[in-house]
């Protein structure tokens, strides 16, 4: 008996650990309010091409639940604000939705958590009184599945709910939304949800250019803001906005509620006027966040705290109102080509060059045919491998051109540097007819692709990336043997 409760005891303690040291995350927003976007089968194979590893969409779309299933994506899906009103008004709508849009694809796609509704205190008209009773009836349905563990329940905000958030200590809810939040916030604590917000240091840059300097926006500071009341240093807005919420929850005593950011970005092209929305800008706070985030950083008044964040958004969006910049959030364009290098890892080195604006001292490029056959490929790629004298390191397994890991993108890649390497002229493209000359930078992510007169390659970036994953490395290491030594110990007090 007593040897039965000290094994429940020690799985549990270990379970409790493993959880404590899970690791915060990046997700992508994928909106989907534009033309001629790809399907979302071929979203599914970008997404998992690029590592990302949590997607949100903003409903519950049959055909990208499907498209997802056994990829292993977390998926964040949505009731929209419309859809409020029937949540909240029925226990039954709840369990219909859930029936007919979630349980058939559960658990093959792997859901994480359902939004429910989305800014309401932003929209027009004011749903902020249907939310937590939408809520709770989709608690109820997922608890009637068993789901109720899994599946996270919660409502998105955006920064606006707060009255002050300057300085962060100060910072604090407009009171007229309490009389929604005091509930919303009891049932985030009871069920352990996460409070969701979405937070744009760029609005803050654009808006208040004289109060807020760029460099503090993308995390590029070289200096310090001190709050005034707990002498606390920030050195980007990011963390100053996260802890101002984090000091508004504590002031209403929720102290156990984590946060999770459901939306950030900075858009990369803007109006006239929008002089910051620029691809190296988005490059550079997308690249920072990343790195800010999986290092479990934390902030200044909740050091190494998870922080779990997406960032918006997936594609740039063609039919959205407003500002230039509001269709220009986008990592890549609908035809799928990057807007601008961006590692998802946090891990490799990253080029302050926008892919879709590189050109080589003739403007051309050397790819594979999609037209020659696998077996014809092949022969081309290992003859510039061995006696055309490519250096074909970069596409090995591990490096940065190895996926995707087909014949097609290993050959491009090969032809190409053989192609720059032999004055890029038509016969060093040639192939026996496999090689095709392009006009646009095939590079990606952290494969890059070599330009004549170069001998820079992807290759050379993998030594960078391999040093600045070096620390991340050896604290992988250690926790694994820490992990190992407490495993060992749990066994020995059995």
């Not at 056994?70 to 419309?82: A, D, R, W």
């Not at 102290?255 to 691809?279: D, H, Q």
């Not at 990057?338 to 003739?362: I, Q």
């Amino acid at each position: 008996m007593a040897r039965g409760f000290r094994l429940i005891f020690a799985t549990s303690l270990l379970l409790t650990l493993l959880g404590l040291c899970r690791g915060s995350t990046i997700g992508v927003c994928y909106g989907r309010n534009a033309d001629d976007l790809p399907t979302p089968d071929k979203v599914a194979q970008l997404v998992q091409l690029h590592k990302i590893k949590y997607l949100r969409i903003y409903d519950s779309n049959i055909q990208v639940l499907k498209a997802f299933a056994n990829t292993g994506v977390g998926l964040m899906i949505g009731i929209s604000n419309s859809d409020l009103l029937p949540f909240s008004q029925f226990q039954s709508n709840a369990d219909t939705w859930l029936r007919n849009s979630i349980l058939p694809y559960y658990p093959a796609t792997r859901i994480t958590h359902i939004t429910v509704g989305a800014e309401v205190t932003e929209s027009p008209n004011n749903a902020s009184s249907m939310v937590v009773p939408a809520m709770k009836n989709v608690l109820t349905a997922l608890r009637k599945a068993g789901l109720h563990k899994k599946i996270k329940v919660s409502s998105t905000h955006s920064l606006g709910i707060l009255s002050r958030s300057f300085p962060p200590s100060a910072g604090a809810f407009n009171s007229s939304h309490a009389f929604f939040l005091k509930p919303m916030l009891e049932f985030l604590a009871e069920n352990q949800s996460p409070f969701m917000v979405d937070i744009y240091p760029y609005y803050a840059y654009r808006d208040s250019p004289n109060n807020v300097s760029l460099d503090y926006a993308l995390f590029e500071s070289s200096s310090e803001v001190i709050d005034p009341n707990t002498g606390l240093l920030y050195t980007n807005m990011f963390d100053a906005q996260i802890d101002a919420l984090y000091f508004a929850l504590m002031a209403l005593n929720f102290r156990t509620i984590k946060i999770m950011v459901t939306e950030t970005g900075w858009p990369s092209k803007g109006s006239p006027k929008e002089t910051a929305a620029t691809p190296d800008n988005a490059q550079t706070y997308n690249t920072n966040l990343i790195r800010h985030v999986i290092n479990d950083t934390g902030t200044p008044a909740k050091p190494g705290e998870d922080l779990d964040v997406y960032i918006f958004s997936l594609f740039n969006e063609n039919r959205k109102s407003g500002l230039e910049s509001e269709r220009n959030w986008g990592l890549f364009y609908p035809d799928q080509t990057s807007v601008y290098n961006l590692d998802m890892t946090g891990k490799g080195a990253v080029t302050m060059t926008t892919v879709t604006n590189v050109t080589s001292s003739n403007g051309t490029w050397c790819i594979a045919s999609s037209t020659a056959s696998e077996m014809d490929l092949q022969n081309a790629l290992d003859w510039a491998c061995g006696p055309g004298n490519v250096d074909c390191s970069a596409i090995q397994p591990s490096q940065p051109c190895f996926e995707p890991d087909n014949v097609i993108s290993h050959a491009s890649f090969a032809f190409n540097s053989y192609y720059q390497q032999n004055g890029a002229t038509d016969i060093a493209c040639s192939f026996g007819g496999s090689g095709i000359k392009v006009n646009k930078n095939p590079s990606y992510d952290n494969c890059l692709y070599m330009t004549t007169g170069s001998n820079k390659t992807a290759a050379s970036n993998a030594t960078t990336a391999l040093a600045s994953t070096t620390t991340s490395s050896a604290v992988n290491a250690l926790f694994a043997w820490t992990l190992s030594c407490l495993l060992m110990a749990l066994l020995s007090f059995l």
